[in-house]
């Protein structure tokens, strides 16, 4: 499962670069997720 997290982490990311708005709040979740 965690794997497939993994993915659709790098997935959203490649999405979320060219989203400038989602990008902010993305940043905080993945920061959030690392701790």
């Given at each position: 499962?965690?794997?497939?997290?993994?993915?659709?982490?790098g997935?959203?990311?490649?999405?979320?670069?060219?989203?400038?708005?989602?990008?902010?709040?993305?940043?905080?979740?993945?920061?959030?997720?690392?701790?």
């Amino acid at each position: 499962a965690f794997v497939i997290f993994h993915i659709y982490i790098g997935w959203h990311n490649d999405i979320v670069e060219r989203n400038g708005l989602v990008s902010s709040i993305f940043s905080g979740y993945k920061f959030f997720g690392k701790h």
